[in-house]
């Protein structure tokens, strides 16, 4: 890289960029297993990635969420750099054997060790000759993937949720309004939901909850059970919880369920900053799977507000 700007200027532009990347783990001859994850940073753009050794070889995944549209496919053209040093004590200071640097395998937009790389690991780890493993790796990645805009962004501009219907009534996502079985009690009233897709649709950690208010259920009366179960039946409870209450309010509440139930979203036309917090609190609090969907489309929602605010004056 030249110092003079016009030297600078007529250098060609690179495009990829080298990230390096040292893992350094003991080892135990009853356990091979080695996994990592890891984050690629750069300007406006970023990719998670995993890593795992098992079964003499290594491999470098990168994944998006949870959602296999959302998976990325933009590193085809990247490569992935690996060299290895194993040790016999963890102090590191004699070294049993140190690899030459190879490119690794690639498919999409993982990369794998070729067969036969990981021989030596492997023999010395089941001899119990080694106790450290160093391993070191350059990923080059395009440059373009991580100066914005891009094709696949990962700010708002992502993949976001799709906008209500016209007519809701003619959409069968919708039907859930008209056959719930579950009450969602708020603090100014009370939002209809299908139990199932509700629990289907988050995280345990609100699953735990309803299936803590079930458990309610399930206790009977020791003294007359029958007469627990008539009651339960009468309030056609059936031994599980049929409502459950939140300290939030409707107008939260009822866009967070419809996007349990269909994936659509839409902010309101009208809003303000404690409405989003308030939004974001009950978003929380369910847990949805699908979370990053919701969560982009209130962010555009926001940055448009933004741009709408701050309208740029031409200059006279």
Known sequence: MSLFLQERINEPQKDKIVFTLPIIRELDVNDNFIDASFTTCYEMGSAMWTLSLIENEIQITTFCDMFPENNIKRFQNGNCFVSYTLFYDTDMRFVFYSSLRIQMNKSEDSFSTPDGYMEKYGQALAEGKVSKIVMHFELHLPLKYFLRPFDDPSSYLSKGCKGYPKDPK???????????????????????AVKSIVYISCLAEFTNIMDALDEEFLVLNPIDPTATVSCLTENIRLMKATEIAVDHSVDVVKPCITFLHTLCFEMPKCYDLDFVKRLFKV??????LQKKLIVNSIEKSLCENILGVFEIQPIL
Do not use: E, M
């Open 283 to 288: 978003i929380d609090f369910f847990k949805p």
């Open 170 to 192: 003619t959409d069968y996502k919708f039907a859930f309004l008209n056959q719930s079985d579950y009450i969602i009690k708020c603090q100014d009233g009370s939002v209809s």
